[in-house]
């Protein structure tokens, strides 16, 4: 039977996506290099350990494997990091990616379904943003990402791929039945750091900016549970199998929240006090990133099942209180 390639399949939207993936009855595997996946998350189809940018270790696995499709994750991902160490960025994201293409192409595989981010977009962020909002990436890792649609882009109008970038807004909640779930090492992300000060692993979340133009002052963001999109990758896949037309697709709830409103919600679902503390904006965040994702649910007939933002902190919470293997140095 042929097999879907996963990149990044060890990492935290890949691995949910290679488990319903599994259960959707496709077969899968997962390449991960493990620089910031897990090998315990790759517990779905089989695994290969390795680089995207491994010309040779991807003819064989081409070679060896009926691959009929990619769904491509593997990427570096943190934004701070990508302005300090942008190289990282163009050589993992964008000279990676070019790889892969470079040996799908060789090996006569045309389907692709691409992580991307809304981050790609620029202002004005008072909107809800749909897929032809202005692009204005500003962060390296943003910047790459746009990079690599602009490719698959050209290489769709060369006719030699057909590709789906989906662009998601902010992923968040874990497995329901915490097979998997969060973990990034130094994690940065709002919802695992205030379920960690919860926890007691942390002393205080601290809070990046009370000074906002938005009801509270702090900023916000449209959290989607990383179930959901995990099944639009499959939805994306078969829209592609069944010959549907390319293009980018924005994967949000529409609703936005704020870092306030996240820490309430959490000290309602944990039943705990989480302390807090003010810090100054954190550079390059935007104030409100919100997201039309009505085409994805028209043409993809994407149906988001786990929306609340109760039901994402909860599943998020059933995992990070049995995460073990959390270390608060790194
Ligand atoms: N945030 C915060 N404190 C933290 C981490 C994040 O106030 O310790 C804020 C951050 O400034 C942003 C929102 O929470 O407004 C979501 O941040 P996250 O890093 O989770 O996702 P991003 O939107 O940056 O992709």
Redesign the pocket.
């Known amino acids: 039977m042929a097999q879907i390639l996963v990149t990044g399949g060890a990492g935290y939207i890949g691995s949910h996506t290679a488990k319903r993936l599994a259960s959707a009855g496709f077969e899968t595997v997962v390449l991960d290099n493990l620089s910031t996946g897990h090998r315990d998350f790759a517990r779905w189809g089989a695994f290969v350990q390795g680089d995207i940018a491994d010309g040779e270790l991807l003819d064989r696995l081409f070679t060896s494997r009926t691959i009929d499709a990619v769904v491509h994750f593997a990427a570096a991902s943190q934004?701070g990091e990508s302005v300090r160490e942008p190289l990282r960025y163009y050589r993992n994201n964008v000279a990676g990616t070019v790889s892969l293409l470079s040996a799908m192409r060789r090996h006569g595989v045309e389907t692709l379904v691409f992580s991307s981010t809304c981050a790609v977009y620029g202002p004005p962020f008072d909107v809800l943003l749909t897929e032809d909002h202005p692009s204005a990436p500003i962060s390296p890792y943003a910047k790459s990402k746009r990079m690599m649609e602009d490719v698959m882009e050209d290489m769709g109008r060369a006719g030699c791929l057909r590709h789906v970038a989906l662009r998601y807004f902010?992923a968040a909640g874990a497995d329901p039945e915490a097979e998997v779930g969060e973990r990034h090492n130094p994690e940065?992300?709002?919802i695992p750091?205030v379920l960690q000060a919860a926890l007691g692993q942390r002393e205080a979340?601290?809070?990046?900016?009370d000074d906002y133009d938005t009801p509270d002052g702090t900023?916000i963001?449209d959290y989607i549970h990383v179930q959901d999109l995990a099944d639009a990758h499959i939805l994306a896949l078969r829209h592609l199998q069944k010959g549907g037309a390319p293009g980018a697709f924005n994967l949000g709830n529409g609703q936005g929240h704020s870092?306030r409103q996240i820490i309430d919600a959490a000290r309602e679902v944990t039943g705990r006090d989480i302390p807090t503390r003010m810090a100054p904006r954190?550079e390059g965040?935007s104030p409100r990133?919100v997201g039309d994702a009505s085409k994805a649910r028209r043409v993809l007939g994407w149906n988001p099942q786990l929306a609340d933002i109760r039901r994402i902190i909860e599943t998020a919470w059933a995992w990070h209180k049995n995460e073990t293997s959390f270390t608060p140095t790194r």
């Open positions: 934004v902010n940065t992300h709002l750091l979340l601290s809070i990046f900016g900023a963001r870092v954190r965040d990133l």
